[in-house]
């Protein structure tokens, strides 16, 4: 079989919570002022309390609302494919099977948790939403969603990718939202920077930071992340949820589950319902794949930082390369987060899951096969993850065993071919920072709070 469809009733009706079933929890998140705990009143000004409540839970099934459901299935549940073209093109006895985020309206994984969020909102009489947008991703999935139920949504768009992608702001701009490109002369932050460096190409934590501060001086706006918060990886996790079923449909259980990793939320909804397995015994192999150029897992320090450059979120423990870092401007640019998940983290460091590294160009010759053997052309995001497969699927092909991979296939690319185009031409460069630029950025850590 290429392809294992669930029918709409098979959906799942609850997101599943890691913290339930963590031997350890991970450290608070702190309030940066008295570097205490944080309650739910300090996050109220951003986020509408159904959500908050998510952030803290500790109850292992929360039940996924009919509206938030009804929205879903405009395009879930997603495909599972086996990879049969490229299984044959690598000559690997290994199978692979990816789970396809693609197919969403948006192109990506993002929609997932862009609708709970404007669910909420709208419950709670909020009218107006702020975010960033790195690839424009993102930025895209809100847009749809503030347009599912009504409010009016602002992105802060990365300059970087407002540049290089101008039909990702037509995207968001059909389905009603207002973009700038950050940063912007919109915030006092955006103003700042733009005053010290007119040619800023921003960075995720300069747009968050921008729009923190829109949503947070007025009463009619929240604010909304596409990744890294705890609930955000919750409703991701419809991904690995409805891939379990599919696997078993297919008389298949992965021996190694991969993802690419910017923020960590769609590895984390391939991976979480599976680690649980791995928690409770299973033999698991779980690969975090991320940019050379912004080795966040793989080189970044664990301690507690600001989630943007401004230091207006509050101090959470993750892996981080500094708030302050500006990573290179690669094409994938949902990859370009100094931090990363604080749940992903913790799980890192708890030894459950391993993280890689890769440069572009390897990238971009793993999304070439995988376009030319299977089809579809990915994000340059989701070829990481696509990479991490190839090897692992060549490592089974070298030890001669038959292993089971299964990867998230995040989004698709068909507003990357800038990108493929300056792959094709030869004209992509690999960029890896050496440990002084890592240094200047983990500098900006320093007087935090130390784990
Ligand atoms: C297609 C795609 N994959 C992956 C990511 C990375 O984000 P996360 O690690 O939260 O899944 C992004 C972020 O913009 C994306 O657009």
Partial sequence: MKKIFL???????????????????????????????????????????????????????????????????????????????????????????????????????????????????????????????????????????????????????????????PYRRSMMKSWGAEIVPSPSMDTAFGRAILEKDPDSTGSLGIAISEAVEDAAQRDDTKYALGSVLNHVLLHQTVIGLEAKKQMAIAGDSPDIVIGCVGGGSNFAGLAFPYLRDKINGADIDFRAIEPTACPTLTRGKFTYDFGDMAQMTPLVSMHTLGHTFMPPGIHAGGLRYHGMAPMLSHVVREGLIDSYAYHQVEVFDAADIFAKTEGIIPAPESAHAIKGAVDAAIEAREAGEEKTILFNLSGHGHFDMTAYDAYYAGKLTDYRPDDSDLATGLAATEGLPQV
Avoid: C
């Fill in 7 to 165: 029918s709409e009733d098979e959906m799942p009706q609850s997101w599943y919570n890691i913290a339930a079933d963590l031997k350890t929890p991970p450290l608070p998140p702190l309030n940066p002022g008295t570097l205490q705990p944080l309650g739910p009143d300090d996050l109220a000004p951003l986020f509408p309390m159904a959500l908050i409540e998510q952030e803290m839970s500790m109850q292992r099934e929360i039940p996924i609302p009919e509206p938030v459901q009804d929205g879903l299935k405009m395009w879930r549940p997603s495909p599972l494919i086996r990879a049969t073209g490229l299984e044959a093109a690598l000559k690997t006895p290994a199978k692979i099977y990816f789970k396809y985020e693609g197919v969403s309206p948006a192109g990506s994984h993002k929609p997932n948790t862009a609708i709970a969020q404007a669910y909420y909102n709208k419950q709670e009489g909020v009218k107006r939403l702020a975010t960033e947008t790195g690839a424009g991703q993102w930025g895209s999935s809100l847009a749809l969603a503030g347009q599912m139920f009504g409010l009016d949504v602002k992105v802060y768009m990365v300059k970087v990718s407002f540049t290089q992608k």
